[in-house]
Antibody, heavy 117, light 107 residues
Framework: QVQLQESGPGLVKPSGTLSLTCAVSGGSISGTNWWSWVRQPPGKGLEYIGE???????NYNPSLKSRVTISVDKSKNQFSLNLNSVTAADTAVYYC??????????WGQGTLVTVSS | IVLTQSPGTLSLSPGERATLSCRAS???????LSWYQQKHGQAPRLLIY???NRASGIPDRFSGSGSGTDFTLTISRLEPEDFAVYYC?????????FGQGTKLEIK
């Protein structure tokens, strides 16, 4: 079974860039899955950020598209999220995930990122 | 597409039947509708995909149904571990959209 683990800074300054990496184990990032990022502000619901295929093809949530970049590193079996120009509204638990059949099948444990000076 | 879940909070006792609703703002294919369970402090867990299909390891007390704009997650007999927040999700135009969630709490 695929396992995912997020890593990155837990604190980012306003106007800075949020950068997270997701390490994939138990499966190859070059397989048939798409790979996603989803976030959840404290006490609120789930928001899809975007997804990537091992070829580098991406899809982004239109509401975040201007600030988001998702990339893949096949040599390290991992993928990454960059979100620039962050504000307090970007404070959330960020999940990386493996997509299934039009769903999100496997989730990482999540990592809290706080935007604050 | 906007997904609206109801009720916002559902208070039931173990052993009772739970019925959770998800309404889409326009008709969607049943292929693209899924349900997740999220317990406090944990990542979401896939329960149902394609409206009807249970994910691996999901007990058969969980079932999904619906079509068009109205979809339902049913838990036939509530176990103590089922009290959590439940989200529906739609995939369309390369975008995943989630409902706002239903909190299932112990009465």
């Amino acid at each position: 079974q695929v396992q995912l683990q997020e890593s990155g800074p837990g604190l980012v300054k306003p106007s800075g860039t949020l950068s997270l990496t997701c390490a994939v184990s138990g499966g190859s990032i070059s397989g048939t899955n798409w790979w996603s990022w989803v976030r959840q502000p404290p006490g609120k619901g789930l928001e899809y950020i975007g997804e990537i295929y091992h070829s580098g093809s991406t899809n982004y949530n239109p509401s975040l598209k201007s600030r988001v970049t998702i990339s893949v590193d096949k040599s390290k079996n991992q993928f990454s999220l960059n979100l620039n120009s962050v504000t307090a509204a970007d404070t959330a638990v960020y999940y990386c995930a493996a997509n299934g059949y039009y769903c999100i099948e496997h989730w990482g444990q999540g990592t809290l990122v706080t935007v604050s000076s | 597409i906007v997904l609206t879940q109801s009720p916002g909070t559902l208070s039931l006792s173990p052993g009772e039947r739970a019925t959770l609703s998800c309404r889409a703002s326009q008709s969607v294919s049943s292929t693209y509708l899924s349900w997740y369970q999220q317990k406090h402090g944990q990542a979401p867990r896939l329960l149902i995909y394609g409206t009807y299909n249970r994910a691996s390891g999901i007990p058969d007390r969980f079932s999904g149904s619906g079509s068009g704009t109205d979809f339902t997650l049913t838990i036939s007999r509530l176990e103590p571990e089922d009290f959590a927040v439940y989200y529906c999700q739609h995939y369309g135009s390369s975008l995943y959209t989630f409902g706002q969630g239903t909190k299932l709490e112990i009465k």
